[in-house]
């Protein structure tokens, strides 16, 4: 008898959230979940390049699979996180605006 492991693959892109469970063979890896999941064809150009994680730790595709995985395909970032921080930071030390005095400088 076959030992069967039980398998999520996700798949998240603007407007887009996938889950799909699967029954995959003892020895399956993350490409077998993934081409079985039907993502490949059904969703060609956001995959494009793509990369994959178990539990959101990278994972190459060749990495074996244990029951109860879940496999996320993910896409590169658009802003680098480090960068994104940084730009939040310095917004953030901003000196605050001053509202203006009216004509005559506020003085009666």
Known sequence: MTTRLA???VFAAPG???LVALELDAGATIADAVMAS???AGYAPE???IAFAI???RAGPDTPLVDGDRVEITRPLRVDAKAARRLRAAA???PPVRPR???GGGRD
């Open 7 to 9: 398998v999520t693959v």
């Open 16 to 18: 887009v959230e996938t």
């Open 38 to 40: 039907g993502f490949v």
């Open 47 to 49: 995959l494009v390049p």
């Open 55 to 57: 539990f959101g730790q």
């Open 92 to 94: 953030q030390k901003r």
């Open 101 to 103: 005095a009216g004509p």
